[in-house]
């Protein structure tokens, strides 16, 4: 089973508006932490946000925020105002305790596309 | 700080050939990864570090070795390269592995193209 589900290949939004990216995860660790990456045209991931299982808030950065339901394994981006800069390829990942060798690893989501409009 | 550095950007390998990426880290890190990212695809762990002298495999380590000689550096060697290693390859650094604030931090990626 995948371990991290986009299940959006694309999406648009247009400028100003708020958008948000699905991403839903499979673990039966109680400690893990999730993580949203952008990837812009230029290549380079950037880090947004991060989401611990034990945190009782919804994790906000900017205008960036993570919509944490639990008991659903879903951790969902929300960017609020859209920029024409957003548009990018945005990752999630997740870490789980339990790990097969020395260190925990992050397992990556297959992307999701977004394109910002004018 | 510049971060995590990777040399070359971009590369043409012939089958067969072999070639070492390059990849450097200023922020004291000890944790240190190496990913594969194929055309439309998420990240896929190849190799990782825990410190120097430490190396472990990742989920696709077949075709690939590490070394960790220092905390600052950390190459993934190719041998024998193959079209099926053809990939856009990122290193990756952080301070731990565990909580918030332990997010890795990635170098700008290089392009190998094996023809």
């Known amino acids: 089973a995948q371990k991290i589900t986009q299940t959006q290949p694309g999406m648009f939004v247009q400028e100003k508006e708020a958008v948000t990216l699905d991403c839903t995860y499979d673990?039966?660790?109680?400690?893990?932490?999730l993580f949203w990456y952008k990837q812009p045209s230029s290549g380079e991931m950037i880090f947004l946000i991060y989401?611990?299982?034990?945190?009782?808030q919804n994790a906000t950065e900017g205008r960036y925020s993570l919509n944490f339901q639990k008991a659903r394994k879903s951790a969902n981006l929300v960017i609020s105002a859209s920029q024409l800069g957003d548009s990018a390829m945005y990752f999630c990942?997740?870490?789980?305790?339990?790990?097969?060798?020395?260190?925990?690893?992050?397992?990556f989501g297959s992307g999701t596309q977004l394109t910002v409009l004018p | 700080n510049a971060g995590v550095t990777q040399t070359p950007k971009f590369r043409i390998l012939k089958i067969g050939q072999s070639m070492t990426l390059q990849c450097a880290q200023d922020?004291?890190?000890?944790?240190m990864y190496w990913y594969r990212q194929d055309p439309g695809m998420g990240l896929k762990l190849i190799y990782y570090?825990?410190?120097?002298?430490?190396?472990d495999k990742g989920e696709v380590p077949n075709g690939y070795n590490v070394s960790r000689s220092t905390t600052e550096d950390f190459p993934l060697r190719l041998e024998l390269a193959a079209p099926s290693q053809t990939s856009v390859y990122f290193c990756?650094?952080?301070?731990?592995?565990?909580?918030?604030?332990?997010?890795?931090?990635f170098g700008p990626g290089t392009r190998l193209t094996v023809l």
């Open positions: 990756a650094s952080s301070r731990s592995d565990r909580g918030g604030g332990n997010e890795q931090f």
């Open positions: 673990t039966s660790d109680p400690s893990y932490g």
């Open positions: 989401q611990g299982s034990y945190d009782q």
């Open positions: 990942a997740m870490r789980e305790t339990v790990s097969s060798g020395s260190a925990r690893q992050l397992t």
């Open positions: 922020m004291n890190h000890n944790y």
């Open positions: 570090s825990v410190g120097a002298g430490i190396t």
